[in-house]
C-alpha cells in the first residue's frame, strides 16, 4: 500500500460526458501529479500540483483540468469526453525539497472507459 | 534538459536467467535515477533509487541498479529471474521534473 488513494477504482461513462477522478497524496506529501496510460501512448505525464498551485504542464489537453485543495486531495477534471480518452489514470504523491523532484508514490489508478 | 530511454520494449528470460534490462539518460544537472515496477492492473511500485550516493544500488525483490556516469547508463539487472517477476519496469530521471522512460515488459519463460 502506496498511502496514495484513488476513486473511484472504475468508470464507464459515454462520449460527451465529463468526469472527476479523485486522489489522496500520501500524508506529509506537498506535490500531486496526473498521468494518463494508455496501450497506444503509454505512460503520460499531465500536471503537477505542489502545494494548491500548479508547478508542471504536461501533455494535458484543454478538456482536461485540475486542481489541488487545501487539504491536499486533488481532483483531475475532464470532459466532453472522447473514446481515445479511455485509459488508465494514475494520481502519484512526493515530497520535494526545492526544485529536487525525490520518488514518487502511485496510487491504485482509475480506469476509465468512454463508451 | 532531461530524457531516459530504455532499450527493448520487451525483454524475455528463461526462470533462473540473469534480467538485464537497459536504462540511458541524459540530464544537465546530476541526476536522481528511479526504477519502478507495474504488475497487471496495479500502480507502479518504486524499485529501487539512485541519488548521489552509492552507485551500485539496491532494491527490492533481489533487483539492484548500477549508476554508470560514463556511460550515463542505469541497468537493472538481477542475477535469477523468478515467474513473479513477469512486469513492466520503468527507468525514471528527475530534476525539476520527473521523467519517465517508455517501459520495458519483462516475461518469464518457465
Known amino acids: 500500500d502506496s498511502g496514495v488513494t484513488q476513486t473511484p477504482k472504475h468508470l464507464i461513462t459515454a462520449t460527451g460526458q465529463r468526469v472527476t477522478l479523485r486522489c489522496s497524496p500520501r500524508?506529509?506529501?506537498?506535490?500531486v501529479y496526473w498521468y494518463q496510460q494508455s496501450l497506444d501512448q503509454g505512460l503520460q505525464f499531465l500536471i503537477q500540483y505542489y502545494n494548491g498551485e500548479e508547478r508542471a504542464k504536461g501533455n494535458i489537453l484543454e478538456r482536461f483540468s485540475a486542481q489541488q485543495f487545501p487539504d491536499l486531495h486533488s481532483e483531475l477534471n475532464l470532459s466532453s469526453l472522447e473514446l481515445g480518452d479511455s485509459a488508465l489514470y494514475f494520481c502519484?504523491?512526493?515530497?520535494?525539497?526545492?526544485?529536487?523532484?525525490?520518488?514518487?508514490?502511485f496510487g491504485p489508478g482509475t480506469r476509465l472507459t468512454v463508451l | 534538459a532531461q530524457s531516459v530511454t530504455q532499450l527493448g520494449s520487451h525483454v524475455s528470460v528463461s526462470e533462473g536467467a540473469l534480467v538485464l534490462l537497459r536504462c540511458n539518460y541524459s540530464?544537465?544537472?546530476?541526476?536522481?535515477l528511479f526504477w519502478y515496477v507495474q504488475y497487471p492492473n496495479q500502480g507502479l511500485q518504486l524499485l529501487l533509487k539512485y541519488t548521489s550516493a552509492a552507485t551500485l544500488v539496491k532494491g527490492i525483490n533481489g533487483f539492484e541498479a548500477e549508476f554508470k556516469k560514463s556511460e550515463t547508463s542505469f541497468h537493472l539487472t538481477k542475477p535469477s529471474a523468478h515467474m513473479s517477476d513477469a512486469a513492466e519496469y520503468f527507468c525514471a530521471v528527475t530534476a525539476s521534473k520527473i521523467i519517465f522512460g517508455s517501459g520495458t515488459r519483462l516475461s518469464i519463460r518457465p
Open positions: 500524508s506529509g506529501d506537498l506535490s
Open positions: 502519484a504523491s512526493s515530497a520535494q525539497t526545492g526544485d529536487r523532484v525525490l520518488e514518487q508514490f
Open positions: 540530464s544537465s544537472v546530476p541526476p536522481y
